[in-house]
């Protein structure tokens, strides 16, 4: 059924680094460190471990069968497998959310992008009020950060248009040893900081009395949304791996570099945290209104050092917001260009035009579009919120049923085992959990974004 002519990802180191790039985004250096000091740090670690094996990895490997099984784009390898049932679907529902998400993933990224430039120039190096009213000014700008999404999909654009191997996978080979790179230098940084050891006794300590309801299901909405679950993506992605590709080992491979990065973030932010004192549960204003202030009240008695590690900072977070953009683009790129048969110029074209107007809306709907509302949320917190708590939940949804109940065993089993060649002592337990753990845990995550539970 798949077509063995297609381009493929020439290694496996640039399998795991391209896969793992999807997964490695803002929500590893900002939202796993940020949810860690709400839950009481290591703690949540060991809980947000569990869901990974429990839904992460089946659920990952759910779309790698139906995407390697199928060698194509997403919305035909739904619909190759699922014939006339109201599966086919789901394919089509994972090209719409993936180019949404990209439209407002780019109006941050753009942040990180300016953050960036302000750090060379030497503009977020300031008292925290200057700092305060910067981002205030900058994100309501008519203009600036407009330019800055409009940008960053054009950057990703650059890469996407190139191809699968020139493109793709010899990006994900400079970004990803880059960005730990830089993560490294990072956390040594911190760490010689008077008073780290208290945030890196934090971060790995585990103080279970603070593991709650609240705990639980905050751990497992990180599970699902930091591996890229629902979003299409890796079913593209495994559409381009080899019939030698290990889908098992592979999904745990690319969860546990996912997991260190988040945890690596960790260890940069929490000893510089604890350095100066701030409350490492300062919430969605961490990166871009505490941590300047933490960089500048930090590193501010060595000259130099604090205007250096808040460019390398913002760096890190431009290369990880990259490495998932890239994903995000390349779901509808493979979508237009084979279902359309347009070159791969003019399919990556039709994405980057697209994203780039729900980019501009989403960021003028922190300025001037402020007041226009869309069930009662600006534009890019609409964006948000009907990907994070309906398209996303919905698609990994379906697909874990899709995969467990409707797809011929015999196919789940051969792709599964590369036909024979893996040992299959683990396809029970993952048919098991794909057919009942994933499913509960998915409306688990529904049910409690949206409010019921």
């Avoid at 949810?35 to 990952?60: D, E, K, R, S």
């Avoid at 791996?241 to 932010?269: E, H, K, P, Y």
């Avoid at 697909?399 to 065993?409: A, D, H, K, N």
């Avoid at 057919?435 to 995550?445: D, H, K, S």
Wanted: charged letters at 10%; aromatic letters at 12%.
């Amino acid at each position: 059924m798949a077509n063995h002519n297609r381009a493929t990802f020439g290694s496996k180191l640039g399998i795991i680094l391209a896969t793992a790039g999807s997964a490695v985004g803002l929500g590893n250096i900002w939202r796993f460190p940020y949810m860690t000091g709400l839950n009481g740090g290591a703690a949540f670690i060991l809980v947000y471990l569990v869901f990974v094996l429990m839904l992460g990895v089946p659920g990952m490997v759910a779309e790698f069968v139906v995407g390697r099984a199928s060698g194509a784009n997403a919305a035909k390898a739904y619909r190759q497998l699922a014939g006339s049932s109201p599966f086919r679907a789901i394919g089509y529902l994972g090209v719409l959310t993936s180019m949404i998400i990209l439209g407002f993933y780019a109006v941050v990224a753009g942040w990180c992008l300016q953050y960036l430039f302000a750090s060379v120039v030497g503009h977020v190096d300031g008292d925290p009020d200057y700092v305060l009213t910067y981002f205030k000014d900058f994100s309501s700008d008519p203009w600036k950060p407009s330019l800055w999404a409009l940008g960053f999909v054009v950057l990703t654009h650059l890469v996407v248009v190139r191809g699968v191997r020139n493109g793709i996978e010899r990006a994900s080979k400079l970004l990803m040893p880059t960005l730990l790179l830089l993560l490294l230098v990072l956390i040594v940084a911190a760490c010689l900081l008077p008073g780290a050891t208290k945030g890196i006794s934090f971060l790995f300590h585990p103080d279970f009395s603070k593991i709650d309801r609240g705990t639980i299901f905050d751990a497992l909405g990180q599970a699902f949304f930091s591996l890229s679950l629902g979003t299409a993506c890796l079913c593209t992605y495994a559409s381009y791996f080899s019939r030698q590709t290990n889908l098992l080992g592979s999904a745990v491979q690319i969860a546990l570099l996912d997991t260190l990065v988040a945890v690596l973030a960790g260890m940069m932010i929490f000893p510089a945290a604890f350095s100066v004192g701030v409350n490492p549960d300062s919430g969605p204003s961490l990166i871009f209104i505490t941590l300047p202030n933490v960089f500048h009240e930090a590193f501010g008695s060595v000259p130099g050092v604090g205007y250096i590690v808040s460019i390398l900072f913002y760096a890190l977070l431009s290369l990880a917001a990259l490495t998932s953009t890239i994903s995000m683009h390349e779901i509808g790129t493979a979508f237009f260009h084979e279902e359309f048969r347009l070159s791969r110029g003019k399919g990556a074209l039709v994405v980057t035009v697209a994203c780039c107007v729900i980019s501009v809306f989403c960021s003028l709907s922190c300025g001037v579009l402020a007041d226009v509302k869309v069930m009662d949320l600006t534009i890019l917190d609409f964006c948000d919120a009907i990907t994070a708590k309906v398209l996303l939940p919905l698609g990994s949804l379906f697909t874990c049923l899709f995969v467990g109940w409707y797809v011929p065993r015999q196919l789940v089993r051969d792709e599964f085992t590369n036909w024979g060649t893996v040992s299959k002592c683990f396809f029970g337990v993952f048919l098991f959990f794909v057919r009942f753990i994933c499913p509960l845990c998915i409306v688990a995550i529904f049910l409690h974004q949206s409010g019921v539970i």
